[in-house]
């Protein structure tokens, strides 16, 4: 791998995992009750204001970012849909926990990682070894064992109470497939956009997206616990920042990988959050969790470091026919020659 796109995965690696250790210290030790859709909706604020600076710098001198924005306001639809996508996975994820324990929704959400293999090969044509496709399975069987105390506390009920737990299995389901999707959908927008558009205005136009949907969450949930805005701090606010962070860093690392890295970015700061969260909060970490951890870090470096070759066969098979014409074009020559020694020889 060159190494900006080691640099982006290694920061976002890090984002994930302060954005998650500071988001359980804010919420389960200083008990902190303001709404996470506010803090997303200030982190899409962040991300518009810092995409539309960014844009301004990249102008030309005859041209006004006025009407740039403008111009990336009506082309946003696929960036709109993308932000839709992501809107119904917020509310599949509430119906998935109001039916199905959070045990049962960490094992299904681990999934991910095979939909958006399975995603990558579908509309990206992408061809992975079986050593890649062995090292995501390990990966997903690794970090299901290192979230084992959540799904496997017989404290915590399997179904919600009141709750559909084949609503609640589709609903996981549902969110996972469409969390697979929307990440080789974003990166194909990026790396084959005919319009060309840098990925800032592509930023720009995922957060103008995001920001109406967002905002709907907060009236439907009338502020949550707190009210409108209530209940705010910094620490709630530089959440905000990380979060503007996060999708910024996604953006970069499909950019300069593809969406299976960001997934073990993401992979990779689960184990990180997780062990900070154990020195600075007294969370918990096994022997078994350990283990877990050396298996995940393993298959993230087979997947990342695997150099066999993946489209050997593809490559041949566009050869072969051009092979083919040479040798045919060869043979033909040969037998020119040979018919024009035979005339020479009975000239003579």
């Known amino acids: 791998m060159n190494s900006t796109k080691v640099i982006v995965l290694c920061i976002l690696c ?60 009506r082309k946003s639809s696929k960036m709109f849909v993308l932000a839709a996508i992501y809107g119904v996975m917020n509310i599949l994820s509430f ?61 915590k009920p399997k179904v919600q109470e009141g709750g559909n737990a084949l609503v609640g299995t589709a609903a996981v389901l549902i969110e996972v497939t469409l969390s697979g999707f929307a990440s080789i959908y974003f990166e194909k927008v990026i790396k084959s956009d005919p319009e060309q558009l840098g990925i800032w205005e592509r930023n720009f136009q995922l957060a ?37 962070a996060g999708g910024l860093l996604v953006a970069l690392s499909i950019k300069y990988g593809d969406a299976i890295l960001k997934t073990l970015a993401t992979t990779g700061a689960i184990i990180i959050s997780s062990v900070l969260d154990y020195l600075f909060l007294g969370g918990p970490l096994t022997p078994v969790m350990c283990i877990a951890a050396t298996q995940v870090i393993i298959a993230i470096s087979n997947y990342t470091f695997d150099a066999t070759p993946t489209e050997t066969t593809a490559s041949q098979q566009r050869l072969s026919p051009k092979l083919e014409d040479n040798t045919k074009s060869s043979e033909a020559d040969e037998e020119m020659e040979t018919l024009v020694q035979q005339k020479t020889k009975t000239n003579n």
């Open 208 to 244: 103008l997206g995001s920001f109406p949907i967002y905002f709907m969450f907060i009236l439907f949930n009338g502020g949550d616990e707190a009210g409108y805005f209530g209940g705010w701090s910094n620490l709630a606010f530089v959440l905000s920042l990380l979060g503007a």
């Open 95 to 155: 119906v998935a926990l109001r039916n199905i324990g959070a045990g049962i929704f960490t094992i299904f959400a681990q999934t991910k990682i095979l939909t958006t293999a399975t995603f990558s090969s579908i509309l990206l044509r992408r061809q992975y070894s079986y050593a890649r496709w062995r090292a995501l399975i390990s990966l997903m069987m690794g970090v299901l064992l290192f979230t084992e105390p959540i799904w496997n506390d017989a404290g």
């Open 14 to 73: 890090l984002q994930n995992s302060m954005f998650t250790i500071l988001r359980r210290y804010s919420q389960g030790v200083l008990k902190e009750i303001y709404s996470k859709h506010e803090v997303l909706l200030v982190g899409e604020l962040i991300k518009i204001v810092f995409s539309a600076l960014m844009i301004q710098g990249n102008l030309s001198s005859n041209e006004g970012i006025v009407s740039r924005l403008s111009y990336l306001t």
